[in-house]
């Protein structure tokens, strides 16, 4: 006979975790004394938002479900952010919620909130456990659900009784749920209509998105793109997908993309769109996206598909299995010259690259870009970067170049600002030895700026840089552009002294006020073994450019 607490310590075990970040209280104070008596790495946050985006780091950099656990009320509640942001974007997580007992459940018991209720709209699925001998079955259920087919966070509330109350434990059974069957293999005879396109177009343009990633089909798409001639656009999420270095890369697509890339997409004759989910911030005017193409789409949520962009091929399967196939069937169709077919579009692009480039001009004062594009050249390329959401995160996304897969973290679907802190955490964690990077604003560092704490209770070395501009710095942009300059309560006029703020914690504080001091701040902080808050003093009104106006076509971008 087990306990509850017990039977799920055996389930965690068995599913492999062995990293939870969290928050104890009184409805999940006996889980606690029970992973007490285990191996399982605990990760004490501040705060609960911070435990899910930590989770959500940690699952992205190691590819595995992210765990976390928090007690009832309003510990279950201040996780709804972060279980939103990790829906947005697709990231497998399991979340633990601790529940009042089942007899006072809708009592308005002390710190009882219907979480289940409250997150059934932001989770893939999720669970009320009402009796100790459903636990283990419903345990092994939320982690399938999370990892298998399209991934997603997955909730499990857990009454106190629940967890204090005896069952005989038996091992579930491998999971086999009647209603929820995920398409894996793709229909061959649609991907021989892709293969059938490829070998006609004249403009093609493969535009990845996180799917790829989370796929782990990078290598599988880099191999096709390269033997069908095809330039590469990705989403923000799928940045990494594809080598930033190589010569098809066209950079980010949408509205702070490449203008090669946004061009490219308004002009192709053929789009394969692989794993993503034609975003409002990627497509602006839906009726002039790709007016001229033939648009595929592989995907392995068949909902996803002619949701937001009629498509001409529909493909369900998962992206790295259809990858696989059609290099396969590529091969086979000895498709000849598409090197010479695609050289005038290979020139006409490299001619929209030539003339507008991203660019930035570094004069007296910090530009932003700068900072990230010598993080980039010091670092060459190869940590791992999380960031905040605004012109950090966009800035970030055209000038630190991802060669790789899971090098770039970041809030996409959400945009929720106090992701990159918490989740930096969690890469960290997940990859120890790597150099671990949130690249911040000086608004959106205040938001989990409480983690701090853990990182330096662990002795994670974090590195975060905080390009301080003195103002909410997208929401700035769009007032200067679009509302007369009126800046609406905008100004962060009062911040914390960031490099003293750093030495409380325990960490080291370096700032730099001039762009002779950005080198020096970077380096020491890079070669820093501590947690590391860089502050950089940036261009107060630099905006991130290109960008689209909202509900405009893509190929309609406001230049430098």
């Not at 932001?122 to 009320?128: A, D, E, S, V």
Request: charged share 20%; net charge negative.
């Amino acid at each position: 006979m087990l306990t509850g607490g017990q039977i799920l310590m055996e389930i965690l075990k068995s599913e492999g975790v062995d990293t939870i970040f969290g928050y104890p209280g009184g409805a999940v104070i006996d889980i606690y004394d029970e992973l007490a008596k285990t191996d399982i790495r605990h990760f004490l946050v501040r705060h609960e938002q911070g435990a899910v985006h930590a989770a959500d780091g940690y699952s992205r950099a190691s590819g595995r479900v992210g765990v976390c656990l928090v007690t009832s009320g309003p510990g279950a509640t201040n996780t709804v952010t972060g279980i939103a942001s990790a829906y947005m974007d697709s990231i497998p997580l399991v979340v633990l919620t601790g529940q009042v007992p089942t007899h006072l459940i809708g009592n308005d018991a002390f710190q009882e909130v219907d979480i289940v209720g409250i997150t059934r709209s932001c989770t893939k699925h999720n669970y009320l456990v009402t009796k100790v001998e459903d636990l283990a079955e419903t345990l092994k259920e939320a982690f399938y659900l999370a990892r298998s087919g399209r991934p997603g966070p997955v909730l499990v509330d857990l009454p106190k009784d629940v967890i204090k109350a005896t069952t005989a434990y038996k091992v579930p059974v491998e999971v086999n749920l009647r209603s929820y069957k995920p398409t894996y293999s793709p229909n061959l005879r649609q991907l021989q209509k892709i293969i059938d396109l490829v070998g006609k177009a004249k403009k093609p343009v493969i535009f990845a998105g996180g799917g790829v990633i989370l796929s782990k089909g990078s290598e599988e798409l880099t191999e096709f793109a390269k033997k069908a001639v095809i330039p590469v656009t990705t989403s923000l999420m799928g940045l990494g997908s594809f080598p930033a270095s190589d010569p098809l890369w066209l950079g980010m697509i949408g509205m702070h993309g490449t203008y090669r890339a946004n061009m490219s997409v308004g002009d192709c004759d053929l789009l394969l769109a692989i794993g993503v989910r034609f975003d409002d911030r990627v497509t602006g005017k839906t009726d002039s996206f790709a007016k001229n193409a033939k648009i595929v789409h592989i995907d392995i949520d068949p909902t996803s598909i002619r949701k937001n962009i009629p498509v001409s091929v529909p493909v369900v399967g998962d992206c790295r299995i259809s990858l696989e196939h059609l290099n396969r069937m590529f091969d086979e169709a000895n498709l000849v010259d598409l090197a010479q077919k695609r050289e005038d579009w290979l020139n006409k692009i490299n001619k929209w690259k030539e003339k507008m480039p991203l660019s930035y001009d570094q004069k007296d004062i910090i530009k932003p870009q700068y900072v990230i594009d010598t993080l980039f050249k010091l670092t060459k390329g190869d940590a791992i970067i999380t960031t905040e959401v605004g012109q950090n995160q966009m800035w970030t996304a055209q000038y630190y170049h991802f060669d790789k897969p899971g090098h770039f973290i970041t809030s996409g679907g959400l945009g929720c600002m106090g992701f990159g802190l918490p989740a930096a955490i969690g890469a960290q964690v997940a990859c120890p030895d790597k150099l671990v990077v949130d690249i911040a604003g000086d608004g959106s560092i205040q938001m989990n700026i409480q983690e701090m704490a853990t990182a330096i209770q662990y002795g994670l070395p974090v590195k975060i840089v905080i390009l301080n501009n003195g103002y909410l710095g997208m929401v700035r942009q769009w007032q200067e552009l679009f509302y007369g300059k009126r800046y609406s309560c905008t100004a962060m006029e009062c911040s914390p002294d960031f490099v003293k703020l750093a030495e409380a914690y325990g960490a080291l504080g370096l700032r730099a006020t001039k762009p002779e001091d950005v080198i020096p701040v970077l380096t020491e902080g890079i070669n820093s073994n501590k947690t590391v808050i860089m502050e950089f003093l940036v261009d107060k009104e630099e905006n991130v450019y290109p960008m689209v106006p909202a509900e405009a076509p893509i190929t309609e971008m406001l230049l430098v």
